[in-house]
Antibody
Framework: EVHAVESGGVLVQPGGSLRLSCSKS????????MNWVRQTPGKGLEWLAH????????YYADSVKGRFIISRDNAKISLYLQMDSLRDEDTALYYC??????????WGQGTLVTVSS | DIQMTQFPPTLSASVGDRVTITCRAS??????LAWYQQKPGKAPKLLIY???SLDRGVPSRFSGGVSGTEFTLTIRSLQPDDSATYFC?????????FGQGTKVDIK
Protein backbone atom coordinates (compact mmCIF):
# COMPACT_ATOMS: atom_id res chain seq x y z
CA GLU A 1 0.00 0.00 0.00
CA VAL A 2 1.21 3.48 -0.84
CA HIS A 3 0.58 6.61 1.20
CA ALA A 4 0.51 10.14 -0.16
CA VAL A 5 -0.08 13.50 1.40
CA GLU A 6 -1.90 15.84 -0.93
CA SER A 7 1.12 16.94 -2.88
CA GLY A 8 3.37 15.49 -5.51
CA GLY A 9 2.57 12.49 -7.63
CA VAL A 10 2.13 8.79 -7.01
CA LEU A 11 2.36 5.75 -9.31
CA VAL A 12 0.33 2.68 -8.38
CA GLN A 13 -0.19 -0.60 -10.23
CA PRO A 14 -3.70 -1.67 -11.32
CA GLY A 15 -5.39 -3.56 -8.51
CA GLY A 16 -3.24 -1.81 -5.95
CA SER A 17 -4.17 0.37 -3.01
CA LEU A 18 -3.36 3.92 -2.05
CA ARG A 19 -4.22 6.15 0.89
CA LEU A 20 -4.42 9.88 0.27
CA SER A 21 -4.15 12.34 3.12
CA CYS A 22 -5.13 15.99 3.26
CA SER A 23 -4.45 18.41 6.07
CA LYS A 24 -6.12 21.79 5.78
CA SER A 25 -5.76 24.90 7.89
CA UNK A 26 -7.31 28.35 7.74
CA UNK A 27 -10.77 27.29 8.90
CA UNK A 28 -12.38 25.22 11.63
CA UNK A 29 -11.71 21.74 10.25
CA UNK A 30 -13.67 19.95 12.95
CA UNK A 31 -16.80 22.00 12.17
CA UNK A 32 -16.60 21.50 8.41
CA UNK A 33 -17.76 18.80 6.05
CA MET A 34 -15.05 17.67 3.64
CA ASN A 35 -14.95 16.14 0.20
CA TRP A 36 -12.69 14.47 -2.33
CA VAL A 37 -12.93 15.58 -5.96
CA ARG A 38 -10.84 14.37 -8.89
CA GLN A 39 -10.06 15.83 -12.27
CA THR A 40 -9.03 14.29 -15.57
CA PRO A 41 -8.59 15.91 -18.97
CA GLY A 42 -11.22 13.59 -20.41
CA LYS A 43 -13.94 13.52 -17.75
CA GLY A 44 -13.38 16.90 -16.15
CA LEU A 45 -14.21 17.37 -12.48
CA GLU A 46 -15.84 14.50 -10.60
CA TRP A 47 -17.00 14.54 -7.00
CA LEU A 48 -16.06 11.30 -5.25
CA ALA A 49 -16.92 11.36 -1.56
CA HIS A 50 -18.35 13.52 1.23
CA UNK A 51 -17.96 13.25 4.99
CA UNK A 52 -19.75 15.38 7.54
CA UNK A 53 -17.92 17.16 10.34
CA UNK A 54 -18.57 14.38 12.84
CA UNK A 55 -18.27 11.53 10.29
CA UNK A 56 -21.94 10.71 10.89
CA UNK A 57 -22.89 11.20 7.22
CA UNK A 58 -20.82 9.75 4.39
CA TYR A 59 -21.73 9.64 0.71
CA TYR A 60 -19.96 8.29 -2.37
CA ALA A 61 -20.21 8.63 -6.11
CA ASP A 62 -21.33 5.41 -7.78
CA SER A 63 -18.00 5.23 -9.64
CA VAL A 64 -16.07 4.61 -6.41
CA LYS A 65 -18.65 3.11 -4.06
CA GLY A 66 -17.31 -0.13 -2.58
CA ARG A 67 -13.71 0.64 -3.57
CA PHE A 68 -12.94 3.98 -1.86
CA ILE A 69 -13.43 4.92 1.80
CA ILE A 70 -13.41 8.48 3.10
CA SER A 71 -12.51 9.16 6.72
CA ARG A 72 -11.22 11.93 8.93
CA ASP A 73 -9.39 12.54 12.18
CA ASN A 74 -10.44 15.90 13.61
CA ALA A 75 -7.79 15.74 16.33
CA LYS A 76 -5.13 15.53 13.60
CA ILE A 77 -6.98 17.97 11.29
CA SER A 78 -6.70 15.37 8.57
CA LEU A 79 -8.88 13.91 5.84
CA TYR A 80 -8.19 10.56 4.20
CA LEU A 81 -9.20 8.61 1.12
CA GLN A 82 -8.47 4.90 1.12
CA MET A 83 -8.46 3.73 -2.49
CA ASP A 84 -8.56 0.00 -3.20
CA SER A 85 -8.81 -2.10 -6.38
CA LEU A 86 -7.42 0.79 -8.39
CA ARG A 87 -8.09 0.87 -12.13
CA ASP A 88 -6.50 2.68 -15.05
CA GLU A 89 -9.49 5.01 -15.13
CA ASP A 90 -8.74 6.18 -11.57
CA THR A 91 -5.73 8.03 -12.96
CA ALA A 92 -6.47 11.65 -12.09
CA LEU A 93 -5.55 14.69 -10.04
CA TYR A 94 -7.19 14.27 -6.62
CA TYR A 95 -8.27 17.27 -4.55
CA CYS A 96 -9.66 17.63 -1.06
CA UNK A 97 -12.09 20.51 -0.53
CA UNK A 98 -14.26 21.88 2.24
CA UNK A 99 -18.01 21.66 1.78
CA UNK A 100 -20.03 24.85 2.30
CA UNK A 101 -23.58 25.63 1.13
CA UNK A 102 -23.43 22.47 -1.02
CA UNK A 103 -20.39 23.89 -2.83
CA UNK A 104 -16.64 23.43 -2.41
CA UNK A 105 -14.10 25.93 -1.15
CA UNK A 106 -10.66 25.77 0.42
CA TRP A 107 -9.36 23.32 -2.16
CA GLY A 108 -6.05 21.55 -1.66
CA GLN A 109 -3.31 21.77 -4.26
CA GLY A 110 -4.01 18.29 -5.56
CA THR A 111 -2.22 14.94 -5.79
CA LEU A 112 -1.60 13.30 -9.13
CA VAL A 113 -2.40 9.60 -8.97
CA THR A 114 -1.30 7.47 -11.90
CA VAL A 115 -2.54 3.90 -12.13
CA SER A 116 -0.35 1.99 -14.53
CA SER A 117 1.69 -1.17 -14.80
CA ASP B 1 -30.47 11.71 -11.72
CA ILE B 2 -30.32 15.33 -12.81
CA GLN B 3 -27.84 16.01 -15.61
CA MET B 4 -26.20 19.40 -16.09
CA THR B 5 -25.26 20.54 -19.57
CA GLN B 6 -22.84 23.45 -19.70
CA PHE B 7 -22.34 25.61 -22.77
CA PRO B 8 -20.58 26.93 -24.71
CA PRO B 9 -17.47 24.76 -24.35
CA THR B 10 -15.27 27.65 -25.42
CA LEU B 11 -15.72 31.33 -25.99
CA SER B 12 -13.49 34.16 -27.05
CA ALA B 13 -14.32 37.73 -26.10
CA SER B 14 -12.70 41.13 -25.81
CA VAL B 15 -11.81 43.06 -22.69
CA GLY B 16 -14.89 44.94 -21.53
CA ASP B 17 -17.36 42.50 -23.12
CA ARG B 18 -20.30 41.01 -21.24
CA VAL B 19 -19.95 37.23 -21.16
CA THR B 20 -22.57 34.62 -20.19
CA ILE B 21 -22.04 30.92 -19.52
CA THR B 22 -25.01 28.61 -19.05
CA CYS B 23 -25.71 25.36 -17.25
CA ARG B 24 -29.01 23.71 -18.09
CA ALA B 25 -30.55 21.12 -15.78
CA SER B 26 -32.30 18.11 -17.31
CA UNK B 27 -35.35 18.77 -15.12
CA UNK B 28 -36.67 21.30 -12.61
CA UNK B 29 -34.35 21.36 -9.63
CA UNK B 30 -33.23 23.28 -6.59
CA UNK B 31 -30.87 26.28 -6.57
CA UNK B 32 -27.85 24.51 -5.07
CA LEU B 33 -25.74 25.58 -8.00
CA ALA B 34 -22.18 26.88 -7.77
CA TRP B 35 -19.71 28.33 -10.24
CA TYR B 36 -15.92 27.95 -10.18
CA GLN B 37 -13.00 29.52 -11.98
CA GLN B 38 -9.93 27.41 -12.70
CA LYS B 39 -6.62 28.60 -14.09
CA PRO B 40 -3.96 26.24 -15.48
CA GLY B 41 -2.12 24.32 -12.78
CA LYS B 42 -4.40 25.61 -10.03
CA ALA B 43 -7.31 24.22 -8.07
CA PRO B 44 -10.80 25.53 -8.85
CA LYS B 45 -11.87 28.67 -7.01
CA LEU B 46 -15.44 29.16 -5.80
CA LEU B 47 -17.07 32.23 -7.33
CA ILE B 48 -20.82 31.84 -6.79
CA TYR B 49 -22.84 29.55 -4.52
CA UNK B 50 -26.58 28.95 -4.18
CA UNK B 51 -27.07 30.15 -7.76
CA UNK B 52 -26.52 33.86 -7.11
CA SER B 53 -24.50 34.42 -3.91
CA LEU B 54 -21.08 35.93 -4.56
CA ASP B 55 -18.34 34.30 -2.52
CA ARG B 56 -16.16 36.48 -0.33
CA GLY B 57 -13.53 38.47 -2.21
CA VAL B 58 -14.93 37.70 -5.67
CA PRO B 59 -15.15 40.83 -7.88
CA SER B 60 -18.67 42.20 -8.32
CA ARG B 61 -18.41 41.91 -12.12
CA PHE B 62 -19.24 38.23 -11.60
CA SER B 63 -22.90 37.37 -11.04
CA GLY B 64 -25.09 34.29 -11.06
CA GLY B 65 -28.71 33.88 -12.05
CA VAL B 66 -31.39 31.32 -12.73
CA SER B 67 -34.40 31.15 -15.00
CA GLY B 68 -36.34 27.94 -15.02
CA THR B 69 -33.86 25.13 -15.52
CA GLU B 70 -31.08 27.42 -16.81
CA PHE B 71 -28.39 28.75 -14.51
CA THR B 72 -26.09 31.48 -15.77
CA LEU B 73 -22.73 32.95 -14.84
CA THR B 74 -22.26 36.46 -16.18
CA ILE B 75 -19.06 38.46 -16.28
CA ARG B 76 -20.22 42.04 -16.67
CA SER B 77 -17.00 43.54 -18.08
CA LEU B 78 -14.42 40.93 -19.04
CA GLN B 79 -10.91 41.55 -17.72
CA PRO B 80 -7.60 39.96 -18.81
CA ASP B 81 -7.40 38.13 -15.48
CA ASP B 82 -10.70 36.38 -16.27
CA SER B 83 -9.03 34.12 -18.84
CA ALA B 84 -9.73 30.70 -17.33
CA THR B 85 -12.00 27.66 -17.45
CA TYR B 86 -15.32 27.96 -15.65
CA PHE B 87 -17.34 25.08 -14.22
CA CYS B 88 -20.82 24.84 -12.81
CA UNK B 89 -21.60 22.35 -10.03
CA UNK B 90 -24.99 21.17 -8.81
CA UNK B 91 -26.10 19.37 -5.67
CA UNK B 92 -29.12 17.13 -5.35
CA UNK B 93 -29.96 14.07 -3.27
CA UNK B 94 -26.50 13.52 -1.73
CA UNK B 95 -24.69 13.81 -5.05
CA UNK B 96 -22.62 16.67 -6.41
CA UNK B 97 -22.25 17.00 -10.21
CA PHE B 98 -20.01 19.24 -12.28
CA GLY B 99 -20.62 20.71 -15.70
CA GLN B 100 -18.25 20.05 -18.56
CA GLY B 101 -16.51 23.42 -18.35
CA THR B 102 -16.24 26.55 -20.50
CA LYS B 103 -12.84 27.88 -21.54
CA VAL B 104 -12.83 31.65 -21.79
CA ASP B 105 -10.13 33.29 -23.90
CA ILE B 106 -9.41 36.97 -24.29
CA LYS B 107 -9.20 38.19 -27.89
Amino acid sequence: EVHAVESGGVLVQPGGSLRLSCSKSGFSFSDSSMNWVRQTPGKGLEWLAHISSSSSAIYYADSVKGRFIISRDNAKISLYLQMDSLRDEDTALYYCARGRDQAFDNWGQGTLVTVSS
Amino acid sequence: DIQMTQFPPTLSASVGDRVTITCRASQNTNDWLAWYQQKPGKAPKLLIYKASSLDRGVPSRFSGGVSGTEFTLTIRSLQPDDSATYFCQHYDNYAWTFGQGTKVDIK
